[in-house]
């Protein structure tokens, strides 16, 4: 596997269902990135890890719940979603995250995963 | 603060006809700014970028950029449009350390 890789590509959920989303990144890199991708809104950040720390969560519901074990891999756990979150979520990585004094954050993006909310 | 501004959420041009995707920025240091592409049902795709350095950037896909720093501005062209270059491109911009700043996407579309 080569970049970044997403897992599942798409996922149909109820809104009463637990699920969770998985990303990897093989370039070796620092920061992890969630992003949300709406029809008609643009791409909305949800999380940002550097390190395995996350670093910032731009309000996001406690319905959604990031997990980043190491500089590998994100999880984004889902639970008790409502119909408007369906969308496609995109998840990315950057060799050094912003603050790092190294950073001008040119960003590696997965396929993303398409999710829908019954 | 940064910010990007893409005129034109929707471009429809003809296949071999010149491709024009306009953006604009806003920063109060130089910024880094990029150029990405999606296609439908995928993630974005680096097309280009500019940090410092020659001003006329070439990307991939005979893509290229003009950083103009007077204008505030960094415009996507392709001299002709095929019809594989139907996608969504997005403009960002990034101050050194900071986060990277999206513009709201511009739809090309070419026809026949």
């Known amino acids: 596997e080569t970049g970044v890789t997403q897992t599942p590509r798409h996922l149909v959920m109820g809104m009463t269902n637990k699920k969770s989303l998985k990303c990897e990144q093989h370039l070796g890199h620092n920061a992890m990135y969630w992003y949300k991708q709406s029809a008609k809104k643009p791409l909305e950040l949800m999380f940002v890890?550097?390190?395995?720390?996350?670093?910032e969560n731009n309000s996001v519901p406690s319905r959604f719940s990031p997990e980043c074990p190491n500089s590998s891999h994100l999880f984004l756990h889902l639970h008790t979603l409502q119909p408007e979150d369906s969308a496609l979520y995109l998840c990315?990585?950057?060799?050094?995250?912003?603050?790092?004094?190294?950073?001008?954050?040119?960003?590696?993006f997965g396929p993303g995963t398409r999710l829908t909310v019954l | 603060a940064q910010s990007v501004t893409q005129l034109g959420s929707h471009v429809s041009v003809s296949e071999g006809a010149l491709v024009l995707l306009r953006c604009n920025y806003s920063s109060s240091v130089p910024p880094y700014l990029f150029w990405y592409v999606q296609y439908p049902n995928q993630g974005l795709q680096l097309l280009l970028k500019?940090?410092?350095?020659?001003?006329l950037v070439k990307g991939i896909n005979g893509f290229e950029a003009e950083f103009k720093k007077s204008e505030t501005s960094f415009h996507l062209t392709k001299p002709s449009a095929h019809m594989s270059d139907a996608a969504e491109y997005f403009c960002a911009v990034s101050e050194f350390d900071n986060m990277l700043t999206f513009g709201g996407g511009t739809r090309l579309m070419v026809k026949p």
């Open positions: 500019y940090t410092t350095g020659a001003t």
């Open positions: 990315a990585s950057s060799q050094d995250p912003p603050g790092s004094g190294f950073s001008y954050n040119e960003q590696f």
């Open positions: 890890y550097n390190f395995k720390e996350q670093t």
